[in-house]
């Protein structure tokens, strides 16, 4: 059972088994949060575990969530950073998939990377977790909210749900790499012949470094058709050559 004592979590298990490391995931932030706000990161926390537990025996990697503690929502676009300098960011489903040869099995480290968002520092004073990163193993990373906006989703390029792919998880269109496009940037964004278009400058395509640089463009729907949630992927509509890829407006 798990039960708030004052403005405390108190956690008492009885038929339900907690895995050790969700607990001490919670625990660390005792000081950070109230007690309403840690149980419901406890029980996600739980909902992660039990959702995880029919892909351990299958997948190689470790898989690390990225949750706000405040929303329980998924952050993307997390770094974590090992002692030998080995990058991953997390997916629009705020998912790791973790696998290091060398490194499985054991206790590893991790700096993290969040512009805008809170962990408690290590000994160091740096923003880190030690996880053991164990193949099937699933962990959770709880980070304090401090910047005024929410991090939603990242829109362009490739990868969007990688990690969520990699560990399993079942994944639709919004998936796929949309105008071939590997990354963009200098957006803008206006109302035009009952849609939005949205331009861009510089373009990465797959087979060369200057792919686009003519200006890319795409559309979507107004919000009110329907098809837009800030909450989820948005469905860009590039305009594309005879290859599907995003083609110069200029």
């Known amino acids: 059972m798990i039960t708030l004592k004052g403005n405390k979590l108190a956690a008492k298990v009885g038929f339900l088994e907690v895995p050790s490391r969700v607990m001490v995931s919670v ?9 309403k706000i840690a149980l419901r990161a406890l029980v996600l926390m739980l909902m992660i575990h039990l959702m995880s537990c029919d892909r351990a025996a299958e997948t190689p990697y470790y898989e690390i969530n990225i949750i706000d503690a405040g929303t329980g929502d998924p952050v993307p676009m997390v770094g974590l950073r090992t002692i030998d300098e080995v990058r991953y960011f ?9 696998f290091e ?13 969040a512009p805008g ?3 408690e520092p290590d000994a160091t004073g740096r923003m880190a977790v030690s996880l053991y990163t164990v193949a099937g193993g699933v962990d959770s990373i709880l980070l304090q909210r401090r910047n005024l906006a929410k991090r939603l989703h990242r829109i362009t390029g490739t990868g969007r749900y990688r ?19 590997l ?3 200098s957006n803008l964004a206006a109302r035009y012949r009952g849609k939005i278009l949205w331009i861009w400058g510089d373009t990465f395509l797959p087979g060369a470094y200057q792919g686009n640089f003519s200006v890319a463009g795409a559309t979507t729907e107004l919000p009110k058709a329907g098809n837009i949630d800030p909450r989820k992927d948005i469905q860009l509509q590039y305009m594309v ?5 995003s083609r110069p407006m200029i």
């Open 183 to 185: 990354g963009q940037d």
């Open 27 to 35: 625990f660390t932030f005792g000081q950070f949060m109230d007690g």
């Open 163 to 181: 990690d969520s792919q990699l560990l399993g998880y079942p994944t639709d269109s919004q998936a796929l790499v949309r105008g071939g496009v």
């Open 90 to 98: 997390s997916d629009n489903a705020g998912r790791i998939a973790f």
């Open 241 to 245: 050559d005879d290859l599907g890829h």
């Open 101 to 113: 040869e060398g490194q499985m099995g054991q206790k590893t480290y991790f700096q993290i990377d």
């Open 117 to 119: 968002y809170y962990h």
